[in-house]
């Protein structure tokens, strides 16, 4: 079984910064990606960024060149640093495992991005 907590969520005016962390526990090695997606109030869950098995990584395009996504060395931590934050990024964060067909989630931390 797989657990992910997520934390680093929060309330930030536009242009600043937040980074995200997810702890992943259970066996995740074989994992086909890990990464984060994020759900707006009333819309879709959508991807944010995630990487691949092979370590290439995947961006929406909305965040592409603010939002960086990074893990430790033990591959069971991922992070997302997020830069130029703008009010359009508020969301729940969710991480994502996907093992074989089973996507596995974290509970979701909110980021708020106003004045």
């Known amino acids: 079984q797989v657990q992910l907590v997520e934390s680093g969520g929060g309330l930030v005016q536009p242009g600043g910064s937040l980074r995200l962390s997810c702890a992943a526990s259970?066996?995740?090695?074989?994992?086909?990606?890990m990464g984060w997606y994020r759900q707006i109030s009333g819309k879709p869950r959508e991807l944010v960024a995630t990487f691949a098995s092979d370590g290439s990584t995947n961006y929406a395009d909305s965040v592409k060149g603010r939002f960086t996504i990074t893990r430790a060395d033990a591959r069971n931590t991922v992070f997302l640093q997020m830069n130029s934050l703008k009010p359009e990024d508020t969301a729940v964060y969710y991480c994502?495992?996907?093992?074989?067909?089973?996507?596995?989630w974290g509970q979701g931390t909110q980021v708020t991005v106003s004045s």
């Open positions: 259970g066996n995740i090695f074989r994992s086909v990606s």
């Open positions: 994502n495992v996907l093992l074989g067909h089973i996507n596995f």
